[in-house]
């Protein structure tokens, strides 16, 4: 089973600044990862696929690198409504499909 | 729109049996992957079981297999995971969500979820 380890567990940011979330994979998946924000209450919405590949109507804001086993989803100029949990998910390996722990990303 | 709406959750003591399903509507059912995913209160996300667009392959998380099954019905719209031997651990909300259109296995719509709780 592949593991997902995502850094930090939580992510205090000031409303207008930009966040860098990590995760990482403990083999490598090539481009296999998809990113999802959940708010509270809510379901998860997918952000991210294929590493990089904004989903449809996700703000240009949100941006995904990396590949291997090392990744990365920045959030420029954080929105209100961008303060949410974040999850990376491998689908390069499976079953079974395996997502991260999750980054809370709160208003400091 | 696309529309995934999940029912059948409660209450039930350990060991015991539920059905879940999930209706859909806004895409064509019969061309997707689907998938449960489930969230124990206050953790991350677990994949639970996916099932291919035909129903020909079913795949599941090793933590519910010989105990939960995945089916659907394509005349319906409709996906299902009938969860039995439940376990306190069980306990979660159980998300449907489908493959992506691209890649199938990463999830690019879901349900609100429905809440299972496994208590005596």
């Known amino acids: 089973e592949i593991v997902m380890t995502q850094s930090p567990a939580t992510l205090s940011v000031s409303p207008g600044d930009g966040a860098t979330l990590s995760c990482r994979a403990s083999q490598t998946i090539s481009s296999s990862l998809a990113w999802y924000q959940q708010r509270p209450g809510q379901a998860p919405r997918l952000l991210i696929y294929g590493a990089s590949t904004r989903a449809t109507g996700i703000p240009a804001r949100f941006s995904g690198s990396g590949s291997g086993t090392e990744f990365t989803l920045t959030i420029t100029s954080l929105q209100s409504e961008d303060f949410a949990v974040y999850y990376c998910?491998?689908?390069?390996?499976?079953?079974?499909?395996?997502f991260g722990g999750g980054t809370k990303v709160e208003i400091k | 729109q696309v529309q995934l709406v999940e029912y059948g959750g409660g209450v039930v003591q350990p060991g015991g049996s539920l059905r879940l399903s999930c209706t859909v509507s806004?895409?064509?059912?019969?061309?997707?992957?689907m998938h449960w995913v489930r969230q124990a209160p206050g953790k991350g996300l677990e994949w639970v079981a996916l099932i291919w667009y035909d129903g020909s392959n079913k795949y599941y998380a090793d933590s519910v297999r010989g105990r939960f099954t995945i089916s659907r019905d394509n005349s319906k719209n409709t996906l299902y995971l009938q969860v039995g031997g439940l376990r306190v651990e069980d306990t979660a909300l159980y998300f449907c969500a489908r493959g992506h259109t691209t890649t199938w296995y990463s999830f690019d719509y879901w349900g609100q979820g429905t809440l299972v709780t496994v208590s005596s």
């Open positions: 806004g895409f064509t059912f019969s061309d997707y992957g």
């Open positions: 998910q491998q689908y390069d390996n499976w079953p079974p499909l395996t």
